[in-house]
């Protein structure tokens, strides 16, 4: 793997059979079994439907013994998830569980067993979803605050609305956001960001998450709590999950800064769909085309996350 020093070195391949079949990452008898991390969006589907060639893959995956686990930054929790797969036509009895940054979040919030989190409060200013749907925070006992001076903690799971006290989602822009995250500021409330994304990949377009509000709270002087990629705790619950260690399972992301960056911390092999959330600054209009090498050196480079493997898009 390269250092941050040195030219990114990687191996180009047309899809993950190669992989797959080399022996390195197939699955052994118990107690050593192999397994594969996956993202979802950018990787599996794009919001709306699946890649051409993603189910064949995962079946492909599945018939070789392979386990499979999703890691995702999703701000949802993961039976949620799991739902969403099925809606889109994967066939869940694949995967051997979801992890999301959400879940994490929820248990996290829920079980207190963290002294930070035990710190925290219970009183929070919450920014959701409104169009993609609320998130509930149903059973983690806290109390949605009306205005930031009754607040006690910044509590951020999507980009689009302002959570109610009933639970309902009053929407904001992300400037009106923004501002409400100034006067948090002001009060030196910490966030939890419970989708440390930027961006995601939404059919062909890219939408603002929660980790891009996070990040500007962060550079203003506000503490925030990441949970989720590229932070190695949602790397080794999955190992722990599966049953493996580092060597023994491989990551496969559309994001370098969330999904490799985290791959290179927790020293596990990675592979880099470029067809995801850097498709068009790679210049790739097109699923399935191929990026020219420069272009990803550089860009690996620029972000300091190195990929064992580049692939266009996940299939077989």
Known sequence: MASAASAPVFERLAGIRAIAESGRFKAKLPPTPQAWFLDQFGVLHDGKKPYPGAILALEKLTGSGAKMVIISNSSRRSSVTMEKLKSLGFDTSCFLAAITSGELTHQDLQKRHDPWFAALGRKCIHLTWGNRGAISLEGLGLQVANNVDDAEFILAHGTEALGLPSGDPLPKSLE??????????????????????????????????????????????????????????????????????????????DSLHHDIKGANASGIPSAFITGGIHAAELGLSEIGETAGDDAVSALCSKHGSYPSYVLPSFTW
């Open 176 to 253: 009106e956001l923004e501002q409400i995250l100034i006067l948090g500021l002001e009060k030196q409330l910490p966030m939890v960001v419970a989708n440390p994304d930027y961006v995601t990949v939404e059919a062909r377009d890219l939408r603002v998450m929660p980790g891009t509000l996070a990040a500007k709270y962060e550079s203003l002087g506000g503490e925030v709590k990441w949970m989720g990629k590229p932070d190695k705790v949602i790397y080794t619950s999955a190992m722990s999950l599966a049953g493996v260690d580092a060597h023994e399972c491989i990551m496969v992301g």
